[in-house]
């Protein structure tokens, strides 16, 4: 017992190293994320048509998987190498119903992407729409890269993508 306490101690503080660096944005809330996601802070790049305008991912992990702690760091690489914005967030943060109109509709788009069913898990958010399934369990950043930028960049995959994707709605959508 005394190991794993030990051992979470020490992730926590190897996140909060990362977090102090900027090298993620740890949001804690699906409230953060949607500010965060409506203020578009970085646009697709590497080749990436500008029409989709703003990506994102988000990034699910849990503490009582060890391997999803480890893939922050990964996935946080892959986001880099893709130009992307990357939100982190914990699991129980989708796990629980919201009264914002708007996060609960992202928090749905996620559960309906199969976003809860394993951590780690990751979710392209392009425009205010989770796109496709969640890439599920840990990887390594090139395989991430891999995985997530045919969704981003390939032209074959849009109309799939299109039809794939999980509508989120924004605060001003939800509010007309």
Same mark, same amino acid.
């Given at each position: 017992?005394?190991?794993?306490?030990? /051992?979470? /101690?020490?992730?926590?503080?190897?996140?909060?190293?990362?977090?102090?660096?900027? =090298?993620?944005?740890?949001?804690? #809330?699906?409230? &953060?994320?949607?500010?965060?996601?409506? *203020? =578009?802070?970085?646009? %697709?790049?590497? /080749?990436?048509?500008?029409?989709?305008? =703003? *990506?994102?991912?988000?990034?699910?992990? #849990?503490?009582?998987?060890?391997?999803?702690?480890? /893939? $922050?760091?990964?996935?946080?690489?892959?986001?880099?190498?893709?130009?992307?914005?990357?939100? %982190?967030?914990?699991?129980?943060? %989708?796990?629980?119903? !919201? !009264?914002?109109?708007?996060?609960?509709?992202?928090?749905?788009?996620? $559960?309906?992407?199969?976003?809860?069913?394993?951590?780690?898990? @990751?979710?392209?958010? @392009?425009?205010?729409?989770?796109?496709?399934?969640?890439?599920?369990?840990?990887?390594?950043?090139?395989?991430? @890269?891999? $995985?997530?930028?045919?969704?981003?960049?390939?032209?074959?995959?849009?109309?799939?993508? !299109? &039809?794939?994707?999980?509508? @989120?709605?924004?605060?001003?959508?939800?509010?007309?």
């Amino acid at each position: 017992m005394r190991t794993d306490s030990f /051992g979470h /101690g020490l992730v926590g503080l190897l996140l909060l190293g990362l977090l102090i660096n900027g =090298c993620f944005e740890a949001d804690a #809330s699906l409230d &953060r994320v949607l500010e965060n996601l409506e *203020a =578009c802070p970085q646009k %697709v790049t590497g /080749g990436a048509p500008k029409s989709r305008g =703003c *990506a994102a991912l988000v990034y699910l992990w #849990s503490p009582s998987m060890p391997l999803s702690e480890k /893939g $922050i760091a990964e996935v946080r690489l892959a986001a880099e190498e893709l130009g992307v914005a990357l939100h %982190v967030l914990p699991a129980a943060a %989708v796990l629980e119903p !919201s !009264s914002n109109l708007a996060a609960e509709g992202l928090r749905t788009a996620l $559960i309906g992407a199969g976003s809860v069913l394993h951590y780690p898990s @990751v979710a392209v958010v @392009v425009d205010g729409q989770v796109w496709g399934n969640a890439v599920l369990g840990y990887k390594v950043a090139q395989a991430y @890269v891999h $995985i997530l930028r045919e969704r981003l960049d390939s032209e074959a995959n849009i109309g799939t993508l !299109s &039809r794939a994707r999980h509508d @989120v709605g924004t605060t001003s959508e939800l509010s007309e």
